[in-house]
C-alpha cells in the first residue's frame, strides 16, 4: 500500500479519535410544573433552577452528557382564575433533586473553534432519578407533607420517581472552545405527588395528626366553609404531575488539535 494512503488512513483515525472531546458546564434558569394546581399553563415557570453537567461529543452530530439539576416550583389555588380551584384553596412547594443521562443530536455538525458552524438546534432525551418532597406553609411555619398522609394514605408516597426528560435547545461558540446556549425540556414522571394532591378528600376522623386534617382540607380557612367531603374530588385523578427546566447554559469544550474535516 501506497505511504501517502497509510498517512491519510492515519490522519482520519487520529482525527476521529480527538473528535470524541469532553466537555463540561453549568445551568441557570427557572422550574414550573404541570399538575392539579396547574392542569393548563405547560410554559409557567414558579422558581430558579440550576445544574453542573459533563459532557461526551462523539462527532459533530450526537453526545451524551451526565446533569445534576436542583429546582423549585410550586403552586397555589388561591391565585387561579378558576373559582373552583380558588374554593379548594391548596397550595404546595416542591425542591427536586435530579440526575439525568441525556443523549443530544444536533442538527447541523458542530465542534467548537474547529468546525463548520457555530450554532446548532439541538434535541435531547434521557432517563433519570427525580427526589422529591412537597411542602406547605400553615400559620407561619413550614410543613412537609409527605407524612402527613393528607388524601388518607395507608403509607407515604415515594421519595423519588424515575423520569424520562425531552427538550429542544440551540448552542452557539460564543469564544475559541467556549460555548451558551438555551433549552427547555420537559420530565415525564412516575407519581402524581409532586404536589401532594392526587385524589379524593380523606375522612378526617382516620386521621391523626391535626396539621394533616388542617393541610387536607384548606378551604375553609377564610370562609369557615368546608368543602372538602370525605370521597369527594381533591385532585384531577390523573397518573401523573409533570416538570419542566428552562436552562440557560456556559461550558467549555476540552478540544486538543483543530484536525477536522469539514463537510
Known sequence: MPKIVLLILLLLATCTLQAQTWEVGGTLGGAGYIGDLNPNNPVKISGPSAG?????????????????SYAKFGAADSTSSNQQFRDRNLSFTDGIKELTAIGEFNFLKYIPDAGPNKFTPFIYAGIGITAYAPHAEYNGHTYGLRQLKTEGQTAPYGTNTV?????????????????????????????????????????????????????????????????????????????????????????????????????
Open 163 to 263: 423520569v424520562i426528560p425531552y427538550g429542544v435547545g440551540i448552542k452557539y461558540n460564543i469564544y475559541g472552545k467556549f460555548n451558551v446556549g438555551a433549552d427547555i425540556g420537559y420530565r415525564y414522571t412516575f407519581t402524581d405527588y409532586l404536589d401532594d394532591v392526587s385524589g379524593s378528600y380523606a375522612d378526617k376522623n382516620k386521621l391523626t395528626s391535626s396539621y394533616a386534617k388542617a393541610l387536607s382540607d384548606r378551604s375553609g380557612e377564610k370562609t369557615g366553609i368546608y368543602i372538602g367531603t370525605a370521597g369527594t374530588q381533591r385532585g384531577d385523578f390523573k397518573p401523573r404531575d409533570t416538570y419542566f427546566l428552562l436552562n440557560f447554559t456556559i461550558s467549555y469544550t476540552f478540544v486538543t488539535q483543530r484536525c477536522y474535516f469539514q463537510n
Open 52 to 68: 453542573l453537567f459533563v459532557k461526551r461529543n462523539f462527532d459533530g452530530y450526537l453526545s451524551a452528557r451526565l446533569t445534576f
